[in-house]
Nanobody, 115 residues
Framework: VRIVESGGGSVQPGGSLRLSCEAT????????MSWYRQTPGKERELVAG????????DYLDSVKGRFNISRHRSKKTVYLQMNSLKPEDTAVYYC?????????WGQGTQVTVSS
């Protein structure tokens, strides 16, 4: 299993970023994919998840209405569109899949929201 995130960066409050997560080494279309984030000294928290079918999604309350998770089957990629970004969204964002009862993570991508 290989998970590779990209798309992070620095943005001003109110700005947007789109994160990408390419996932290979398993049947991508059969598994839930999730985005998490973590800041220093805090536990990693679930930001958004998407069912294997792509029809069901779930979000952390603080990002509802601002973030959108989606997936592209043939590209084996899951996206996190982040709009109206706030300083408190600053974190390292990780993509995860649970496969064969084990969690696989990417290396993470830094998102910094600051004026």
């Amino acid at each position: 299993v290989r998970i590779v995130e990209s798309g992070g960066g620095s943005v001003q409050p109110g700005g947007s970023l789109r994160l990408s997560c390419e996932a290979t080494g398993f049947t991508f279309s059969s598994y839930v994919m999730s985005w998490y984030r973590q800041t220093p000294g805090k536990e990693r928290e679930l930001v958004a998840g998407i069912h294997s079918s792509g029809t069901t999604t779930d979000y952390l309350d603080s990002v509802k209405g601002r973030f959108n998770i989606s997936r592209h089957r043939s590209k084996k990629t899951v996206y996190l569109q982040m709009n109206s970004l706030k300083p408190e969204d600053t974190a390292v964002y990780y993509c995860k899949v649970r496969f064969l009862e084990r969690d696989f993570w990417g290396q993470g991508t830094q998102v910094t929201v600051s004026s």
